[in-house]
């Protein structure tokens, strides 16, 4: 049986980064394995052809189950499945989050997790195009850049922001992130640049790694409670490999803890009543999951916008603001501002237009990721429980009352039609509460369902080690104890940086208590 050091499951943000940092060292080997296709669909390297990308075959293509408070609606919650992941099919944007984020998940019992320990490693991915300063390197492989000839009324939105009151900001990846502003995006020569072409495409000649595409992992192999290897399906076979040292489990969010409890780590009651055979009860796993909601407010434009020479995607400024009964440190809501018509179901979808995303950024939301059989080919039953707090609906209709002042500024007289939705015959809050229950969707940044932690519900401890196993480890948006104040490809790829170095320092330790332990015996 072919043994390797590691084998990395899944090629998305995160899996790209640790297989390229592991296989530095031309004495460790690794095993990539991907369960979707090469990125070699055309419209992943455009960026305005990001929304043609979900519900292709390069999405998972995953749905909620009927969601309770709205109206049991199903979410749809696109998922990459392709070299890249979701690095390959989002909208580009590389926000960081909240300085305060990070203190917050060292708070919660994970030591050199916080803001000041987690800068370095956001640093050393990132080639910032204008230049490094305090917050922001060169030296990295992940191409970082400002907005490429943004649409003309993408200033409009700052304008209008400004002239009601909040502060301009260069930069929401530095000093503060309040403010309005241009996003920063992973863009390189007018290209979607995901992680698979920052990491892995110019490594992939490297002897030492093996990469394997359209390969399922159906299930972690072990001896007791020590992981030993990788069962996969590939082109209608079953294969097993082995490891030497871990195995590093990036498969995101949904397949993270799918994969888990498949191999017999989860919930012991629920694994039981699939016939599951159990080898850690950890009723964490799938449980703690959290997403950003988000509510279109589009209008139609009464002229051309002029957004086929943009390099940047379909959104180009926003707002991160406190809401007036915040009382948190980060800002609560983020005003998303693109230069296209993006209309919710049941709404015009077609001609010119543009439109603000109101974007809850700490939703009460609590849901869980379980198995829907012991079949590793089903899809995982997801239960999202948007607006199961009354207080997000209110902070939400607070974000589109204000988007509608901004929209009826001056700023936008050139370029304002009909507001397309919710419409302008819906001004009161039970119109609107309404309006947000049958539109609001996902910002498609699922975290938490094997968070880090100490406490009873945590699934990997701060060194991203599964509890009550040896030899496997987490490395992905699955293991964030809190959802971020921002978008989740940035800090994905910095904890996959981090994650690198504690598997090296792990290793380098080992291998030393190898060498003492033989020199003790042969004294």
């Known amino acids: 049986m072919t043994q390797y050091d590691y084998i990395v499951i899944g090629a998305g943000s995160a899996g790209c980064v640790v297989a390229n940092r592991l296989t530095q060292d031309p004495k460790t080997t690794v095993l990539l394995i991907e369960a979707g296709n090469p990125d070699t669909k055309p419209e992943i390297k455009i960026p305005l052809e990001c929304t043609r990308l979900p519900g292709t075959e390069v999405d998972w293509g995953y749905f909620s189950e009927p969601e309770p408070y709205l109206k049991n609606r199903q979410i749809f919650c696109p998922r990459g499945k392709v070299l890249g992941g979701s690095s390959a099919i989002n909208f580009l944007l590389y926000t960081r989050g909240n300085h305060y984020d990070y203190d917050r998940w060292q708070e919660l019992g994970n030591p050199g997790w916080g803001d000041r320990d987690l800068l370095p490693y956001f640093k050393k991915s ?45 930069d929401f990846n ?30 992939l000649q490297r002897p030492n790694l093996t990469t394997i595409t359209g390969a399922l992992v159906t299930r972690l192999l072990f001896e007791d409670t020590r992981t030993i290897g990788v069962e996969y399906l590939h082109e209608g076979k079953l294969h097993q490999v082995k490891i030497n040292s871990e195995v590093i489990l990036s498969a995101g969010s949904f397949d993270s803890p799918k994969l888990l409890m498949l191999s017999g780590i989860g919930d012991k009651k629920c694994l039981e009543n699939l016939n599951i055979p159990i080898v850690v009860d950890l009723p964490g796993v799938g449980q703690n999951l959290q997403d950003h909601i988000l509510v279109p407010v589009p209008y139609e434009a009464t002229q051309d916008l002029h957004t086929k020479t943009t390099s940047n995607g379909i959104a ?62 089903d899809t995982p039953m997801i239960r999202l429980n948007y607006l199961q707090s009354q207080s997000d609906v209110e902070k939400l209709i607070e974000g589109i009352r204000l988007m509608r002042k901004l929209f009826d500024s001056s700023a936008f007289d050139e370029f304002r039609g009909r507001e397309v939705a919710p419409g302008a015959e819906a001004t009161s809050d039970e119109a609107l509460d309404t309006y947000i229950r049958e539109t609001c969707g996902t910002v498609f940044h699922p975290v938490g369902t094997c968070k880090m932690g ?25 293991i964030m104890p809190t959802i971020i104040t921002g978008h989740t490809n940035a800090p994905i790829i910095a904890i996959a940086e981090k994650a690198a170095d504690l598997i090296k320092t792990s290793s380098s330790i080992l291998e030393r208590a190898k060498i003492t332990t033989a020199n003790l015996i042969i004294n």
């Open 126 to 170: 990132e080639h910032q195009q204008r230049g490094a300063d305090a917050y922001h390197g060169v030296d990295g492989e992940l191409s970082v850049t400002n907005v490429l000839n943004p649409a003309p009324i993408s200033q409009r939105f700052v304008d209008a922001a400004v002239a009601l009151g909040y502060q301009p900001n260069p």
């Open 174 to 203: 530095g000093a503060r992130q309040e403010g309005v502003g241009y996003f920063q995006f992973t863009v390189k020569d007018g290209k979607r640049h995901s992680a698979a072409a920052a990491f892995l495409l110019p490594i």
């Open 316 to 377: 180009e400024t926003g707002l991160f603001m406190h809401s007036k009964n915040n009382r948190e440190t980060a800002p609560d809501l983020e005003l998303v501002f693109g230069p296209i018509l993006w209309s919710p179901p049941g709404y015009p979808n077609s001609g010119l237009g543009f439109t603000g995303l109101v974007v809850l950024n700490h939703p009460h939301n609590i849901g869980s990721v379980s198995l829907r059989s012991p079949d590793s080919q």
């Open 454 to 478: 100490t406490d009873s519900m945590a699934v990997v401890d701060p060194e991203l080690r599964v509890r009550g196993v040896e030899g496997l480890r987490i490395v992905d948006a699955s």
